[in-house]
Nanobody
Framework: QVQLVESGGGLVQPGGSLLLSCETSRDIFSTSTMGWFRQGPGETRDLVALISIYAGGINYANSVRGRFTISRDNAKNTINLQMTKLKRDDTGVYYC?????????WGQGTQVTVSS
């Protein structure tokens, strides 16, 4: 079974930072575009950031550009999302995503809550 294992979610105050990580297998990691989506309360699941196989192409949602950074760690088969200057609107469940050719895979999701 393909697994995307997320970690790093939690409760943080506005203006704070969190690092999310998503680890998968080498076979998936080395052949997939990967990224992060989030779903806020009462909202749809929307793209946060996307990174290509060789990290040459990166997309960010307008709402996070300049505050979040997505990256690949090839040694650990892991993608990271460094989130800074967090806002209350960043609250939601963050899902790791892998686009493996004609297949799509999702992590279980990790909760991020931004609140004072």
């Amino acid at each position: 079974q393909v697994q995307l294992v997320e970690s790093g979610g939690g409760l943080v105050q506005p203006g704070g930072s969190l690092l999310l990580s998503c680890e998968t297998s080498r076979d998936i990691f080395s052949t997939s575009t990967m990224g992060w989506f989030r779903q806020g309360p009462g909202e749809t699941r929307d793209l946060v950031a996307l990174i290509s196989i060789y990290a040459g192409g990166i997309n960010y949602a307008n709402s996070v550009r300049g505050r979040f950074t997505i990256s690949r760690d090839n040694a650990k088969n892991t993608i990271n999302l460094q989130m800074t200057k967090l806002k209350r609107d960043d609250t939601g469940v963050y899902y790791c995503y892998a686009d493996h050719g004609n297949q799509r895979y999702w992590g279980q999701g990790t909760q991020v809550t931004v609140s004072s």
